[in-house]
Nanobody, 119 residues
Framework: QVQLVESGGGLVQAGGSLRLSCAAS????????MGWFRQAPGKEREFVAR????????YYSDSVKGRFTISRDNAKNTVYLQMNSLKPEDTAVYYC????????????WGQGTQVTVSS
């Protein structure tokens, strides 16, 4: 069982930056692939980024590539999402999620943190 708690959301002006954190419980954090997703009002949840168990491999959606950076600190059981050059269309509830490397579906989800980007 893994519990995930996001933090770091808030209100920021377009062009600004935020760093989201996701703290995980348990002693097996380093065995999970971690991902960030987001859901804007009236839209389906969409993939943002993911990072491998060791942190040496990352993957981003086209909409955030070059602006967002995912990282992890396995010693602190935490995954981060650094968001730069934010746009109003980045406004959404951001969720972190965890899955084992050998499955496709994310098993554990956090409660989400709101990010609002004003124009």
């Amino acid at each position: 069982q893994v519990q995930l708690v996001e933090s770091g959301g808030g209100l920021v002006q377009a062009g600004g930056s935020l760093r989201l954190s996701c703290a995980a419980s348990g002693r097996t954090f380093s065995s999970y692939v971690m991902g960030w997703f987001r859901q804007a009002p009236g839209k389906e949840r969409e993939f943002v980024a993911r990072i491998s168990t060791s942190g040496d491999s990352t993957y981003y959606s086209d909409s955030v590539k070059g602006r967002f950076t995912i990282s992890r600190d396995n010693a602190k059981n935490t995954v981060y999402l650094q968001m730069n050059s934010l746009k109003p269309e980045d406004t959404a509830v951001y969720y972190c999620a965890a899955r084992r490397g050998y499955v496709k579906e994310y098993t554990y989800w956090g409660q989400g943190t709101q990010v609002t980007v004003s124009s």
